[in-house]
């Protein structure tokens, strides 16, 4: 059965347009006051797994470089990066510029001692298709001078846009961060196929401007292409198995480090707990020592014998006059006066005057008034029974 030409309408993602190969890019001695020059391999002829089309190929001979008098050069097909531009291209099986010319920008400077110093760059390539051939399972076509088989999407013919030199080929949808997924092209394009039917659901789901739009469910599409449904399931489930394995991954990763954080935040918590409470005893050491040095002070100065100071002691507690852990040196000085002035005021501490041994005359002329006094004097000082 012949393929059949029909006329076919689709919006597309602009990123779905780029198609990336590795770039061979060399450079000729740069010549003083003129702009640094070399030659590029845009794309090779080779097939590629386009992330939108699948498996995909440009006929070299079917692209239409008429659009541009110099053909340009970006970054990551970004227009805002301008690399350079050449004035010629060759086509042998591949896409070819002998010789490109880089401008004098900081886009262009960059790549330029990166690609000297090899940085691997890729090349990836503009095109808007004209018309797409559909290759099915078991059939096969020559493309660029090799025979390949189905399935496979092949550009026959179409419009040259750009070239970029890219850090990664913007091949795959996640790689293509220039446009947004909103950023569309309408495209209107012939496409070569089977008139039975028996193209790929990519196919049958483009709008024909000619035609009403062809809607069915789930149970219709399986009935007219079970191969297609079956192709389709196993290749979604296997693309969410890896989804699904990669997350397991990352959340078996990220438990990992979370145990590993708790762990160093329980040790950390510990050693902040040891550290402070070295610092609260080494604190509460120097305020006692402190509220010690002024009592002993004190006392030593007060006329309370020696056998008190412990009973003095115990009415004052230095623990009082700490606020917010701040020892009120002042204040507590203070107490201690206050203190020793109570102890003083309710007895006389001061020694008493003892009588010498002396002749019975003098003894004759003693006061026994006097006498009875020192006595009850000196036994107050005895403990009681």
Not at 27 to 48: D, R
Not at 128 to 142: G, N
Not at 245 to 270: G, H, P, R
Request: net charge negative; proline share 3%; aromatic share 8%.
């Amino acid at each position: 059965m012949e393929k059949v030409i029909s006329k076919e309408q689709k919006q597309v993602p602009k990123s779905a347009l780029f198609f990336a190969d590795t770039a061979v890019v060399e450079f000729a001695n740069a010549v003083e006051g003129e702009l640094k020059k070399g030659s590029m391999l845009l794309y090779s002829g080779s097939k590629v797994d386009h992330w939108y089309w699948g498996k995909t190929i440009i006929d070299v001979e079917g692209i239409d470089f008429s659009q541009h008098k110099k053909y340009p050069i970006l970054e990551n097909h970004d227009t805002d990066k301008k690399i350079g531009f050449s004035d010629k291209v060759e086509l042998n099986k591949n896409v070819f510029f002998p010789e490109i010319k880089l401008l004098s920008n900081a886009h262009a400077e960059e790549f330029y001692n990166n690609a000297r110093e090899g940085f691997p760059y890729q090349a990836s390539i503009s095109i808007r298709p004209t018309l797409l051939e559909r290759v099915e399972k078991e059939e096969s076509t020559e493309v660029n001078g090799m025979k390949l088989k189905g399935p496979l999407t092949v550009f026959r013919k179409s419009l040259f846009r750009e070239g970029s030199i890219c850090v990664h080929g913007v091949d795959t949808k996640t790689d293509s961060s220039v446009f947004a997924e909103s950023d569309v092209d309408n495209l209107e394009y012939e496409i070569l196929s089977f008139s039975d039917g028996t193209q790929s659901l990519s196919d049958h789901i483009l709008t024909n401007p000619n035609q009403e739009d062809v809607i069915m469910d789930l149970k219709e599409l399986k009935e007219k292409y079970p191969n297609l449904v079956t192709e389709v399931e196993n290749s979604v489930k296997e693309e969410m198995t890896k989804v699904v394995e990669q997350k397991d991954k990352e959340i078996s990763d990220l438990q990992t480090q979370v145990a590993s954080l708790s762990d160093e935040k329980t040790d950390s918590a510990k050693r902040i707990a040891d550290l402070e409470k070295r610092e609260a005893i080494r604190t509460e050491k120097e305020m006692k020592a402190s509220a010690d040095s002024v009592l002993q002070e004190k006392l030593s100065l007060s006329k309370i014998p020696q056998r008190l100071h412990e009973k003095v002691t115990k009415h004052i507690n230095y623990s009082e006059y700490v606020k917010e852990g701040v020892f009120d040196k002042a204040e507590f000085t203070k107490a201690v006066d206050d203190e020793i002035k109570d102890w003083e005021s309710n007895f006389d501490f001061s020694e008493p005057v003892v009588k010498g041994i002396t002749t019975h005359k003098e003894i004759d002329n003693v006061d026994q008034s006097d006498s009875d006094a020192d006595v009850d004097r000196l036994m107050s000082y005895l403990p009681k029974q």
